[in-house]
């Protein structure tokens, strides 16, 4: 059974001073939380300072984006070997809000994938559909490009060690969430190509997780559906006790 990864993506809130006040408390109440991985995603400015309020504990600091470029004339971008020394060991690629306001695509994606592996990041890549794409019955389809554009050229190895987002982007902030049964769905879906593009050992091992307006009170009943291996949490997580109830329920939903 793949343990269950809850993350928390943080968006552009909190500065380095609310970071740190933030992991410190949360740090202190997962500390017997076994059985769940635990990642925050603060903006780049904070990562420094979470991961060293993180450090020794079962909390893990992830980027909320990337540059595939090591270094270079490229202002205002951040490369993975940046991000590894000042303390990430996650980074969120391709989240909606990346790709509907600031132009990332498949191609973008993939690059960023193979930048991040290489510089020993662990990546959480983020896929899903629009409303209007659901309305118009391509949800597969689009879950299908981006997932043979974004993932080509990964090895079976990187696909088992991949957590995948599904985050509808109807869903992302709306209040509005996917019922248990459309993740559900979605979900199987994306495993089953997994299964068929990259065979059935890395879709085993690769973790699914269900993005988009999670909350206390509905993620024990994402997290019961088969092949809904945890959340990607953005406005819920900026209470720290909120976040704390979300991973201590998808733990129990867990087991
Ligand atoms: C997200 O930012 O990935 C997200 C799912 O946001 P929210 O939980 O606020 O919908």
Redesign the pocket.
Known sequence: MRTPFIAG?W?MYKTVSDAVKYVKEFRGLVKDVEGVEIVLAPPFTAIHAAAEAARNSNVGIAAQDMFWEREGAFTGQVSAPMLQEAGARYV?IG???RRTLFGETDATVNRKLAAAYAAGLAPIA?IGETLDQRERSETFDVLDRQIKQGLDGLTAEQIGQLVI?Y?PVW?????R?ATPAQAAEAHGHIRKRLQQWFGPEPAELCHLIY?????PDNIRELVSQPDVDG???????LDVRGFFEIVTRSREAAV
């Open positions: 993506n968006k969120i989240h909606s809000e983020c987002a985050e869903a992302i902030g709306t209040g969430n993005g988009g307006s999670v909350k959340a990607l949490v953005g406005g819920a997580s």
